[in-house]
């Protein structure tokens, strides 16, 4: 109510500076005062539909999670380079040992970091 009690006050104060200067006619003040403010931006009210009030602070979602995870890691140097070192050790050529070994070390971390983006 404060707020329809100051457009009021403004009304009124506007209606007597224009009456007083000659500017506003009789017709004028009777269309000024069948004045309605809306509050809601001019939209009909819709009580029976309300907007959510959840807030999402994930980064994952059941979708996005293993995109989003690689990505994130793999943005990372030494995660690369890690991936890099294991790829080259299958390759008999360069690596006298299988690369099992790199791979899995790899796969550990990956893993680890998983269950901890999972957790948060």
Not at 4 to 9: F, K, N, P, Y
Not at 24 to 33: C, H
Request: charged residues 15%; glycine residues 6%; contains cysteine.
């Amino acid at each position: 109510m404060p707020l329809q009690r100051a457009a009021t006050m403004a009304l009124n104060t506007t209606q007597k500076t224009l009456q007083l200067s000659g500017e506003l006619k009789e017709s004028q003040v009777r269309s000024l005062t069948d004045r309605h403010v809306r509050l809601d931006g001019g939209l009909p009210c819709k009580h029976d539909k309300y907007a959510s009030n959840s807030i999402k602070t994930s980064k994952y979602n059941i979708l996005t999670f293993m995109p989003v995870f690689l990505f994130e890691m793999f943005s990372r140097v030494a995660y690369l380079y890690f991936l890099f070192q294991a790829a080259l050790s299958w390759w008999s050529v360069v690596s006298p040992t299988g690369g099992a070994g790199s791979t899995m070390a790899l796969m550990f971390v990956l893993v680890v970091a998983g269950g901890k983006a999972v957790a948060e």
